[in-house]
């Protein structure tokens, strides 16, 4: 089976916590903080390997975790940074958060690379807290935690040619006489139920070597999803040149050519305009024959180039090779994606000391990237970290809307992944 569509689960690698320690030193019997800081957790990066095909190694593996960082120790050692994790993927792939369904990233070109998980920053050791008049500070941070998402990887096959047409109309068959690609072959529809890949030999003269993509054949009403539609049409989105090919012995060559074009359009209009050719295969029964010279007029008004082929005979390949020749770019061009090199979507984070309060299901609950984080180091068991996390609060304009939002003593306040209990002077961590 073809995986062209997954959707994975990932999570970053934790920051390790920060140490509260203090020196211990012969005839110093109160030595200064020296607790070091932990360190960051492992990052997930997604990149493009020229050699993968599809999205297989996603078949059974569905969850990712990157490695947290190390914890802070005495003498401002510090923790061990987590290991990043990277994630091989073809080109073409498309990424997408999982909730939202917004584009991440459109990866195509050789190992571009995409991070979709940040790891989490490792929490400060006490020795960054001390001042003139607190030499002696036992709170230290928490490490970050890392990023949490599920992504979907949507996959558009990068070939030079795609092949195109309705079921059983010949495109595995020429596929295997262009190429040296093996694909399935019967007399019968929907013998292809995934793309299959080949690289066509212009000849020995020529050191070009495109690669053809076999689509599954479409049928009427593709383009709004009957039978496999959209996951077989957005394979062609990204070729460079479509050889439509026309079953000439059907009951009706102009129908099925027809067929195809609609659904193309109706897909996305730009197929239509991409170079193209037409191929009327099956020249070797006396049906296509026949109606060969009516669909090549028709074409002829259209503009339009057809050739007469027979891909099981091999009449007519050698000018549709040279056909194809001169539409194909140079060996420079075709060495790069069909597309631009890809995009990586970069989102402008909102300023980091805002924040919203609201009622959710009876609880408060505050949002903002900076509380929340500072919520998620505060180690609420140490009275010195909890006061600290107060006085943020109170310097960030939190606790002033809090107030203004009618908070009551024992209510729940929700931050980040933290419950924490109102009362008048002290925070307690439910």
Do not use: C
Request: aromatic letters at 6%; charged letters at 25%; hydrophobic letters at 35%.
């Amino acid at each position: 089976m073809f995986f062209d569509e997954v959707k994975v689960w990932i999570r970053a690698g934790d920051g390790g916590d920060g140490a509260a320690t203090f020196r211990h030193e012969a005839h110093v019997p109160r030595g200064g903080p020296d607790g070091g800081d932990g360190g960051r957790g492992g990052s997930i990066y997604l990149t493009v390997d020229a050699g993968e095909t599809s999205l297989r190694d996603y078949r059974h593996s569905h969850h990712f975790k990157a490695s947290s960082g190390g914890r802070g120790s005495g003498q401002k050692m510090h923790g061990k940074a987590g290991t990043d994790l990277v994630l091989k993927v073809p080109p073409g792939t498309g990424v997408f958060d999982g909730s939202t369904g917004e584009l991440l990233g459109d990866l195509v070109a050789s190992e571009q690379t995409l991070m979709v998980a940040r790891g989490g920053r490792g929490g400060l050791g006490n020795v960054h807290f001390a001042t003139s008049t607190h030499q002696a500070p036992k709170h230290a941070q928490m490490g970050e935690p890392g990023e949490e998402r599920q992504i979907r990887l949507e996959l558009r096959l990068i070939a030079d040619v795609g092949l195109v047409g309705l079921p059983n109309a010949g495109k595995s068959t020429l596929l295997a006489a262009l190429t040296a690609a093996r694909p399935k072959i019967a007399d019968y529809p929907f013998t292809t139920l995934e793309p299959n890949l080949g690289v066509l030999d212009l000849g020995d003269e020529d050191s070009r070597r495109p690669t053809i993509a076999d689509v599954p054949g479409l049928i009427e009403g593709a383009s709004s999803g009957a039978g496999l539609g959209h996951a077989f049409l957005r394979h062609v989105e990204r070729t460079r040149i479509l050889v439509h090919i026309v079953d000439g012995a059907d009951r009706d060559p102009e129908w099925s050519y027809d067929v195809i074009r609609d659904e193309l359009g109706a897909h996305d209009p730009a197929l239509l305009v991409k170079p193209a050719l037409v191929a009327f295969n099956k020249m070797d029964r006396p049906a296509a024959a026949e109606a060969w010279p009516a669909f090549r007029d028709a074409r002829l008004a259209q503009g339009i180039t057809a050739l007469a082929i027979s891909a099981e005979k091999g009449t007519g390949l050698a000018e549709l090779r040279e056909r194809l020749s001169k539409l194909l770019p140079s060996a420079a061009e075709l060495a790069e994606p069909p597309e631009p090199a890809g995009i990586v979507v970069h989102r402008l984070e909102s300023s980091g000391n805002t924040f919203t309060v609201a009622r959710e299901d009876g609880v408060l609950v505050v949002h903002g990237r900076k509380i929340e984080r500072l919520a998620s180091q505060t180690n609420f068991d140490v009275e010195e970290s909890a006061e600290r996390f107060q006085q943020d609060l109170i310097r960030l304009g939190v606790d002033h809307e809090l107030r203004r939002q009618g908070v009551a003593p024992g209510e729940t306040v929700r931050i980040g992944g933290s419950e924490l209990e109102w009362e008048s002077d002290v925070w307690e961590d439910r």
